[in-house]
């Protein structure tokens, strides 16, 4: 056999004729072929969990003294002044529902009330900010 020529295509006979029909079993739908080679998840959840378990917290800040001083004295200034509503961005931790830790937001808007009972600073659209995770507060008022 010469090298330079080209194998003969071994199925030539059979190429053009078509597909054979069962006739006890009529053809299945696109979909319902397509769903037998879906993956198969044998651990359902899995993918979850590891991406879960990547997802990166961060730990609650503890404040010195000399922080909580300054802190607690912007807190004082917001109470006396409550009713001209002043608008403040408040930095305060967010603790993640699923894991330790959490994140760190920041929300500005309008002071609506500060709920001493509940330890809770509300803003006008409605956002409710544990008084215990404020980390930081600035706005006019406080200069």
Partial sequence: ?????????PYEDIASLSRPASRSHPPMPRPDRAAQFAPFAALTGYHDAIREASRFT??????DENARDLLDEKFRI??????????????????????????????TGFLKDTDLYHRMLILQDGTSIPIDHVLDLSGAIFT
């Avoid at 961060?58 to 404040?63: A, F, N, R, S």
């Avoid at 699923?98 to 920041?106: C, D, F, H, Q």
Wanted: hydrophobic letters at 30%; proline letters at 9%.
């Fill in 1 to 9: 056999m010469n090298r330079s020529q080209p194998k003969p295509f």
């Fill in 58 to 63: 961060d730990e609650k800040i503890e404040l």
């Fill in 78 to 107: 917001l109470q006396q002044n409550t009713r001209l509503r002043p608008q403040i961005t408040v930095l305060y931790f967010l603790p993640d529902k699923e894991k330790a830790g959490g994140t760190y937001v920041s929300a």
